[in-house]
């Protein structure tokens, strides 16, 4: 990351029309769009809408009815499909690449009514009715309250929208740590899910070799002192600049490529570096401070638990108990098929082996050697090795 920063110092001290850094390559038009524009611009229909949860956060979430192809009996008949991303993305992780390699793209074209949502406090989701994003209380959350709000007012909102009273649930990373969260503590909610398809799941983190490991090593105090109380890797110019001046430039891509890897593990062979400007002008998205925190308190801790709050007062007063409860996946009662990596350093193996026989209405599970964290999102193979396994699944159903 330093070798990044000084070359786009270098870059824009000496500007990008002397040619030192090699031929710049043309850039992908979604560079600068944003999610409707990226689902429209390969032909596919769009519907934006606002979700508002219960504490006020304004979520947008998107929709795609249908594929280019098979618009003939309506959306609303068609199963329903919800694609949540993981830690420090957005919904734009699922259709970054080609239509024939990106989840939401490939299932709309397969029949089926995909959703992507997004979680509080990144780019498209940065709104709320009481706080403005300036102010230290919008950023007072993780991914409990991602469980416990962003996913109950979003799955409600789709149910009363397509009149479906089942869908199906296909979350990654963080997206499969919220769902454990919610289906284990909302029966109601879990009701409400056909099957839940995990990539890359993340319940303990004990074991995880990914720079997360070395933000666990700071002191809280520290922690905020480093990144404040607030926004935590938003999108910004200086991201923008790195994907649209450095990281197109030929010379670069090995180290934007491995730049990318560096929380997840690195598999290089398996990334279609021509779409790299486009994932690094959308990621990161952003969190909190305080999720970060949360994600550093379970690799210390090595349990699946509720944030904790700092003191055992502090914690009474949210929990009613002195010390942050834990979450029970076994509690999860909904069908669930698994994908892991071998080689993933965020969902490191050794924790999946811990969580897989936690769960009790496990249907299927496939771990793949080669595959990083990343790879169940942007792998060229994504679609032979998960993607057509889940369109198959959900045609059973």
């Known amino acids: 990351m330093w070798l990044l920063l000084t070359v786009a110092s270098l870059i824009s001290i000496f500007g990008t ?7 710049s390559t043309p850039l992908s038009p979604e560079v600068t769009m944003n999610i409707s524009q990226m689902i429209t611009f390969w032909g596919y229909p769009n519907e934006e809408y606002d979700v508002v949860t219960e504490d006020g956060y304004i979520l947008e ?7 280019k192809t098979n618009s003939g009996n309506g959306g609303s008949q068609r199963p329903v499909v919800f694609l949540q991303h993981g830690l420090l993305a957005s919904a734009t992780n699922w259709i970054a690449n080609l239509p024939n390699n990106s989840l939401a793209f490939i299932l709309a074209d397969a029949g089926y009514d995909v959703w992507l949502g997004n979680s509080r406090g990144n780019t498209w989701a940065r709104r709320n009715i009481y706080y403005s994003p300036d102010s230290v209380e919008f950023w007072a959350f993780s991914f409990d309250e991602m469980a416990k709000y962003d996913l109950p007012a979003t799955i409600d909102f789709i149910v009363k929208k397509t009149g479906q009273e089942k869908l199906h649930y296909v979350g990654h990373s963080q997206g499969t740590t919220i769902g454990f969260i919610a289906f284990s503590t909302n029966p109601e909610l879990a009701e409400r899910i056909t099957t839940f398809y995990a990539l890359a799941p993340v319940a303990t983190v004990k074991y995880t070799k990914s720079l997360l490991n070395k933000l666990a090593l ?7 002192v480093i990144f404040g109380d607030k926004v935590f890797f938003p999108h910004d110019y200086f991201d923008q600049f790195l994907a649209t001046e450095v990281c197109t430039r030929e010379t670069f891509k090995d180290i934007c490529s491995n730049a990318l890897f560096l929380i997840c593990g690195f598999d290089i062979k398996n990334l279609n570096t021509s779409r790299l400007d486009v994932y690094l002008s959308h990621n990161p998205a952003g969190t909190s401070v305080q999720n970060m925190l949360h994600w550093t308190q379970a690799i210390k801790s090595g349990k699946f638990q509720a944030f904790n709050w700092g003191s055992p ?3 009474i007063i949210h929990y009613n108990q002195p010390t942050p409860p834990y979450y029970e996946v076994s509690d999860m009662h909904v069908p669930i098929a698994v994908w892991n990596g071998g080689n993933d350093w965020l969902a490191d193996p050794r924790d999946v082996g811990m969580l897989l026989p936690q769960l009790p209405n496990l249907i299927y599970h496939k771990e793949i050697p080669p595959y990083n964290h990343l790879d169940f999102i942007w792998a060229m193979n994504a ?3 998960v993607y057509n396994e889940i369109v198959s699944m959900i045609a059973e159903n």
């Open 61 to 67: 979430i998107n929709r795609i009815p249908h594929g």
């Open 313 to 315: 007062t502090q914690n």
């Open 383 to 385: 679609p032979q090795e």
């Open 17 to 23: 029309t002397h040619g030192l850094f090699g031929k």
């Open 218 to 224: 700071i002191p809280t105090f520290l922690f905020k």
